[in-house]
Every structure is written in structure tokens, then in C-alpha cells.
């Protein structure tokens, strides 16, 4: 642990958590998705952290993110949003640090972020279906048929939570993902030595 909180650790934790933070915030939704699931960037920095650093600080860089993201923008959903968040971006992250780890190359760089996308987007899948709507059907008195509804408005196939789910979370997660992935994998290489303290 105490090699993975070093003093020069903990700095760049804070730093990746707190761009995270504001990455998170410029969020934008995508057409395949009803207009409340809203893509952002913010894991972009703690994917590079945890290639660079490893899985324990990649679970500390999601927890920075997380708090000061509210410091910033405070919660608009009774912090099922923002634990959603740090939930499934942490199973992304993390489990990427660890994949990464076992083979620190660039073909295991990309077996890390495929496999961690996947296993990301089938969590955020079975977290929207058991949690995350339901708990915005309760809070908000939102009726679980006009959620369905906003999304047989994209897809006609939808007629039903779980179609729901399948075609609008599921492939939401994993464009977010391919996105964040196709990023780290063009900007670590540039930035992993200022992370490691290394000139080169």
C-alpha cells in the first residue's frame, strides 16, 4: 500500500481526480439514448492514472473525482448519479490497472481496456436495470413507462425495462468507453512519464 501512496502518489491522485472532476462536468448526450444519460470524460484521467500508477490508485483518483465533482456541481439526482458513477467507473479503471498490470505492453494495454469496457458496460447494464431506474422511479415518481417510452421514441424494438437496457445503456457504456479507451490509448504514451516522475 505504502508504495502505492507515495507523498508524489498521492499529488498526482489528487491532480487526475480533480481534472476528472471537471471533465465530468462538460457532459453531453448522444443519440442512441434518451437525454438524461449523458456522456462525459471524466474517467479519461483516471484510466491514464491507474495504466500508469496501478489499480489502488485508480480507485483513489474515483473517490477525488467523486468529491469534488460535488464541490463543483453539486448532486440533481439524491447522489444515485454520482454513486452510480463511481461504482461502474471504478470496475472500469480498476479492473483495467489490473489487467494492465500482468502485461504492461501495448497489446496488454489494450486487452486491459477492452476487457474492463466490456465487464463496465455489463455492470452499468445490471446496475441501471436493479438500481439505478428503479431508484429514479421512486424519487422522482417517474413512471417506469415513460422512461420505456423515451426509449422506443429512439429504438421501436423497446418495450420494456430490460429491452431498454439493452439497447440504450448497454451501447451508451460502451461508445463512452471506446471513447475513453481510443483517448488513453493516443495520450499515455506523452503523459505516463510526468506521471512516473520520469523525464523520458
Not at 501512496?5 to 448526450?29: E, K, T, Y
Request: hydrophobic content about 55%; some cysteine.
Amino acid at each position: 500500500m505504502k508504495k502505492y501512496l507515495s507523498v508524489r502518489n498521492i499529488s498526482v491522485i489528487a491532480v487526475l481526480g480533480a481534472l476528472g472532476a471537471v471533465l465530468m462536468i462538460f457532459d453531453f448526450p448522444i443519440a442512441i439514448a434518451p437525454s438524461f444519460y449523458k456522456i462525459d470524460l471524466g474517467d479519461l484521467p483516471c484510466l491514464i492514472g491507474a495504466f500508469a500508477l496501478g489499480p489502488v490508485p485508480a480507485f483513489f483518483i474515483q473517490i477525488v473525482k467523486i468529491l469534488v465533482k460535488l464541490l463543483l456541481k453539486p448532486t440533481s439526482s439524491a447522489f444515485v448519479g454520482e454513486m452510480a458513477a463511481f461504482i461502474f467507473s471504478s470496475v472500469y479503471c480498476v479492473s483495467a490497472a489490473c489487467i494492465y498490470a500482468c502485461d504492461k505492453s501495448r497489446k496488454g494495454a489494450i486487452k486491459a481496456m477492452i476487457i474492463a469496457s466490456i465487464t463496465m458496460a455489463i455492470v452499468a447494464t445490471a446496475g441501471n436495470y436493479f438500481f439505478i431506474i428503479p431508484a429514479y422511479v421512486n424519487l422522482y415518481h417517474l413512471p417506469l413507462e415513460k422512461i420505456v417510452a423515451m426509449g422506443a421514441a429512439i429504438f421501436p424494438i423497446i418495450t420494456d425495462k430490460l429491452s431498454f437496457v439493452l439497447c440504450c445503456v448497454l451501447p451508451f457504456n460502451l461508445i463512452k468507453a471506446i471513447i475513453i479507451d481510443v483517448l488513453t490509448f493516443f495520450l499515455y504514451k506523452h503523459i505516463s512519464p510526468l506521471l512516473k516522475g520520469r523525464n523520458g
